[in-house]
């Protein structure tokens, strides 16, 4: 039995979907050691950190300046 890894699925354009696969821990952000980089202003160099727990994940906001969600 094949196991699916999980992924983030970004549809913030229309018609387009970027996929972007998860690890135990991924960081989000505009900065270039990000593990998901973004190039958007609104979006803080280390803005949010996805972590595997359980049977799930977890998002955490990791932003100082900017709210995430």
Do not use: C
């Not at 958007?40 to 300046?65: F, I, K, P, Q, T």
Request: aromatic share 6%; net charge negative; proline share 3%.
């Amino acid at each position: 039995m094949s196991v699916r890894m999980a992924e983030l699925i970004d549809v913030t354009i229309p018609g387009q979907k970027k996929s972007y696969p998860l690890k135990d821990i991924t960081i989000i952000g505009r900065a270039s050691t990000t593990d998901i980089k973004l190039d958007d202003l609104m979006v803080s160099r280390h803005h949010a950190r996805v972590s595997r727990w359980n049977e799930g994940y977890v998002v955490e906001d990791l932003a100082v300046s900017t709210e995430s969600f």
